[in-house]
């Protein structure tokens, strides 16, 4: 071996043991997270040691040729890539002063009205334990396309510390790879009104509640997040207004032509644990999404996994109605909290024993939703379904995903559980368990961020040029 091959060799073996073994020391105080995902555009945001201007590196097929700078400066960076194609997969790194990141891997949301999407859901989550990761690691696991947090996202306060140390921290494998798409909760709330949280996260706005209420499609989904805590009163009228919500929020649900709604927030109009059910939100926004045909209703706030039958006001609906399904899926790592009472009439399944997170499957007209524990236990299993009518072809014959064949027969709002029309469930208060292990046989993706390991370790610039010196020399 010639001896300078032999040196620049043992360099580079030194640098990459250094950096591997200091991964999160040095270059990026926070990993990269994905904000603000849709199907033309995505935005890298991270944090750095020091103030530099960063770049990142991204491209399809493993590439990673194409690049953006940030236009920020300082340490708190939030990258845009631009004239990105719909749901394609893409890998990206952050290059930023003399150090860069592994890559890593997402995909952008699919081009709107598509007919399959996969998404992840939980609250209660930002402790910074083994619990939490867990969680997030099993998460990660199911690749889905987006991650839906349900509030108290960093305990206890929602302080600038707590955020990052018990929401990013721990969670950064996932949020590396995973678009997240957040609601406040009430511990947020603790430090002035979870500005904070709203400071570091970047998420989709509306024009009377900024981030702190917004909707966006996802496929043939139309999500929205409500600030609960707004209209519980928790916010300064200059800042966020129940009566404005929820002029906002009717508007909104009435302008969507999405088959699917779902609505996440933080406090719930149904539980029977120990915070109990949010009269007021159930008072003031249930009827809004009965009217305008709500199929899911997602909430944390109490620590446990709880699924309510459709309700209709204040009964379980009656079985010719068509109503919104709530879910209390506060289970993601704080400390789980025991019922205290007996199971409610409107209740059909409740588990305050296991730490774990929803996983909803949307396919055409069904939706498949599991609530699994970390080790892939299914705690819960039920489906909703709708006829959905079909899609136009495109001239080569491919369905064509933004155009209904008749969209005059619109989708009927709320769904049926069993595919009949009843708007209960086929097996009431009976879980199906047909799969055991949580369908966990998909292939697992590759793990990222600081925790995992070498993925995320960065490789100092000097590294990168001897290695480029090294290629070419071996060329001649
Ligand atoms: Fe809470």
């Not at 892939?376 to 899609?391: E, N, Q, T």
Request: a negative charge; proline letters at 8%.
């Amino acid at each position: 071996m010639h001896r300078l091959y032999s040196l620049a060799l043992g360099a580079v073996t030194a640098a990459l043991t250094l950096t591997a073994s200091s991964a999160c020391a040095d270059g990026l105080a926070r990993q990269p997270y994905l904000q603000r995902v849709g199907p033309e555009t995505a935005t890298v945001a991270f944090r750095l040691d020091a103030p530099c201007v960063p770049t990142v590196l991204y491209g399809t097929n493993g590439s990673t040729d194409q690049t953006a700078q940030s236009a920020d400066t300082g340490r708190n960076h939030a990258v845009v890539l631009a004239g990105l194609q719909p749901g394609t997969e893409y890998t990206y790194l952050v290059d930023a002063c003399g150090a860069r990141t592994n890559p890593v891997r997402f995909s952008t949301a699919p081009v709107p009205g598509t007919r399959n999407v996969h998404f992840t859901a939980v609250g209660d989550f930002g402790m910074n334990n083994a619990d939490q990761r867990s969680v997030a690691t099993a998460m990660l696991g199911r690749k889905p396309d987006l991650f839906v947090m349900l509030g108290d996202n960093a305990y206890s306060s929602g302080t600038e510390t707590e955020i990052q140390n018990n929401l990013f921290a721990p969670m950064a494998p996932l949020l590396s790879q995973v678009p997240f798409f957040a609601t406040p909760g009430n511990h947020e709330y603790v430090t002035n009104q979870a500005q904070p949280y709203f400071d570091n996260l970047y998420l989709p706005t509306s024009p009377s509640g900024g981030e702190r209420y917004y909707s966006f499609d996802w496929g043939h989904i139309h999500f929205v997040s409500l600030d609960s805590n707004c209209a519980i009163g928790l916010a300064s009228s200059d800042r966020c207004s129940l009566a404005a919500q929820k002029k906002w929020v009717e508007q909104d649900l009435a302008a969507s032509t999405a088959p699917w709604k779902i609505v996440f927030f933080h406090h719930p109009p149904w539980s029977s644990g120990e915070h109990g059910s949010q009269l007021l939100m159930r008072r003031e926004f249930s009827p809004l999404f009965e009217k305008y045909g709500v199929d899911l209703v997602l909430n944390g706030h109490d620590h446990h996994y709880e699924r309510m039958y459709p309700m209709q006001g204040n009964d379980v609906a009656a079985s010719s109605t068509q109503s919104p399904t709530y879910l209390v899926v506060g289970s993601g790592g704080a400390s789980l909290r025991r019922f205290d009472n007996g199971k409610p009439s409107w209740t059909v399944l409740r588990n305050d024993a296991d730490h774990g997170y929803l996983d909803v499957k949307v396919e055409e007209g069904t939706l498949t939703a599991q609530m699994l524990t970390p080790s892939g236990k299914v705690i819960d299993s039920f489906s909703l379904s709708k006829d959905l009518p079909p899609l136009e072809q495109r001239p080569d014959g491919t369905p064509d995903a933004e155009q209904p064949a008749d969209p005059t027969p619109a989708p009927q709002p709320g769904s049926s559980t069993d595919g009949t029309g009843t708007g209960l469930p086929s097996t009431p208060g009976t879980p199906d368990t047909s799969s055991e292990d949580g369908d966990l046989g998909e292939p697992q993706p590759e793990v990222a961020g600081c925790s995992a390991g070498p993925v995320m370790a960065l490789l100092p610039a000097g590294a990168v040029l001897l290695a480029g010196a090294l290629r070419r020399r071996r060329r001649r």
